[in-house]
């Protein structure tokens, strides 16, 4: 939920910021891709923290090799494409991108709600709210191109 919040909440902010004459941001376009490049953060940062790194390692199916590498190289292009969603130039090729990733990621959400996992102690999001996040954060991400 703290996604949904992150994109939900910074998409406002930024919005608004943009309406009182922050030139960057006037447009829903602009603040949609901040308000992404912040949802990316916040979930791109827990992949280096220990405590998450364990839950999200467990996410992965068995039938994927390396499992930490796997959760490594998504943090990593999460946390890259937060960032090129900030520069004009790369903000296309990167919410691409991170649409990619978040659809090729999906099986690992599906594994973790079937073996009843745990994010940071709580149980993960059911599968049908899970599934309704994820069409809402792709969608966003093709909105942002």
Do not use: C, Y
């Not at 602009?30 to 992404?36: K, T």
């Not at 979930?43 to 790194?53: D, E, K, Q």
């Not at 009843?116 to 792709?138: D, E, M, N, S």
Request: cysteine-free; proline content about 9%.
């Amino acid at each position: 939920m703290v996604p949904f919040i992150a994109l939900l909440g910074g998409f406002a902010v930024l919005r608004v910021l943009g309406l009182a004459g922050v030139d960057v941001l006037d447009g829903w376009q602009p603040a949609l891709r901040g308000a992404l490049a912040l949802m990316f953060a916040v979930t791109g940062v827990p992949h280096f923290l220990p405590s998450w790194r364990r839950d999200f390692v467990a996410m992965i199916p068995a039938a994927f090799p390396r499992p930490a590498l796997l959760v490594t190289v998504t943090g990593v292009l999460e946390l890259a494409g937060a960032a090129g969603l900030l520069i004009p130039a790369l903000a296309p090729w990167a919410a691409i991108g991170l649409a990619l990733l978040m659809a090729a990621m999906f099986p690992a959400n599906v594994s973790a709600v079937r073996r009843g996992l745990t994010l940071a102690g709580k149980p993960v999001t059911p599968l049908p709210a899970r599934t309704a996040l994820q069409v809402l954060f792709i969608a966003a991400a093709v909105a942002a191109v």
